[in-house]
């Protein structure tokens, strides 16, 4: 079965460190793979997406995510974590073909300390 | 511009009652989704759509709950009749097709005394 996978279910760092929240996926060919965040009594919003070329994908408000194919992960990264980043944040896989919708991990908290 | 929209925010019902959620979806997109969310289970996909055909329905718990998307800027989540146990924070998210992110909605607050 397809599947997202998001090992931490929280992930505790202080302001101004890096942080990294990870993803592995178990999907066939080359999906489409995405990061969203969510903020108390509020929807899901797009971070970044990678589809092709880089592997180092840039997203909103300074996060990034590294793709890496051999060990089919997607971890989501920021070199200076702020208070204001503390949120949910769900990992997302879109299996390239037509059809399908997102599968998404359970989501890991973060949690940023002054 | 306006994102996905849904209403009501909140819900207060008792058991028994008829529910009915509500979205519209960006203007332009082509598919629509209905999410399900609570601490124990997570984001959960109850059905999508495409170009308002039902794809899959496989995530709808049971025949309480029916989807409808009767045009291209309006769709309805029902639950009839309301059990406690459906009682969660139900989202709406619409797309383009193919590898474009989905934009989600505030979410309904839905509670069944």
């Known amino acids: 079965a397809q599947s997202v996978a998001q090992p931490e279910d929280q992930v505790n760092v202080a302001e101004g460190n890096p942080l990294t929240v990870k993803c592995t996926y178990s999907v066939s060919g080359n999906p489409y793979l995405f990061w969203y965040v969510q903020y108390p009594n509020r929807g899901l919003q797009f971070l970044l997406k990678?589809?092709?070329?880089?592997?180092l994908v840039k997203g909103s408000y300074g996060f990034e995510a590294e793709f890496n194919k051999s060990q089919t992960s997607f971890h989501l990264k920021k070199p200076s974590a702020l208070v204001s980043d503390s949120a949910l944040y769900f990992c997302a896989v879109r299996p390239n073909q037509a059809g399908t919708a997102l599968i998404f991990g359970k989501g890991t908290t973060l949690s940023v300390s002054s | 511009d306006a994102g996905v929209i849904q209403s009501p925010r909140h819900e207060v019902t008792e058991m028994g009652q008829e529910v009915t959620l509500r979205c519209k979806p960006i203007s332009g997109h082509n598919s629509l989704f209905w999410y399900r969310q609570t601490m124990m289970r997570g984001l959960e996909l109850l059905i999508y759509?495409?170009?308002?055909?039902?794809?899959?329905d496989s995530g709808m718990p049971e025949d309480r709950f029916s989807a409808k998307m009767p045009n291209a800027s309006f769709s309805t989540l029902k639950i009839q009749p309301s059990e406690p146990r459906d009682s969660a924070v139900y989202f709406c998210?619409?797309?383009?097709?193919?590898?474009?992110?989905?934009?989600f909605g505030d979410g309904t607050r839905l509670s069944i005394l």
């Open positions: 759509f495409n170009n308002n055909v039902p794809i899959d």
């Open positions: 998210a619409s797309s383009l097709e193919g590898g474009q992110p989905q934009h």
């Open positions: 990678y589809i092709t070329g880089d592997n």
